[in-house]
């Protein structure tokens, strides 16, 4: 039986509770191959890549990021990419894993 105010797992068998491991907040990251088409900023559904063409670092920016708060895993943006560069991140190929990282930094400056 889980305690929805606590997120515990309460063993009445064995009178302990298990708290079980927080999920990721990482849905989707978009890896160093984008090329800033741009395509995949309409088909997000909680305006969770940046930046957008008329914000600032635009210019700046080598390539889009996902904030890891803001999307909800819908995996929308995924067939638009024309690079194929956003995975989820769980998928990551080998000689990307630091994108992750790289994408949450983005948001965190
Ligand atoms: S997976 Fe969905 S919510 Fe997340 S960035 Fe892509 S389109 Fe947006």
Redesign the pocket.
């Given at each position: 039986m889980i305690n929805m105010r606590t997120g515990l797992c309460i063993s009445f068998r064995f009178h302990r509770p298990v708290r079980f491991a927080k999920e990721s907040l990482m849905?989707?990251v978009i890896v160093d191959t984008c090329k800033k088409d741009n395509l995949?900023v309409d088909?997000?559904?909680?305006e969770?890549?940046r930046p957008l063409k008329d914000e600032a670092g635009w210019e700046a920016a080598t390539q889009l990021y996902?904030n890891p708060e803001?999307?909800?895993?819908?995996?929308?943006?995924?067939a638009e990419c024309p690079t194929n560069s956003?995975f989820p991140a769980e998928e990551l190929p080998a000689d990307k894993q630091d994108a992750a990282e790289k994408n949450a930094a983005y948001f965190n400056k």
């Open positions: 849905a989707h995949c088909s997000c559904p909680s969770a890549i996902i803001e999307c909800m895993d819908c995996g929308g943006c995924v956003i």
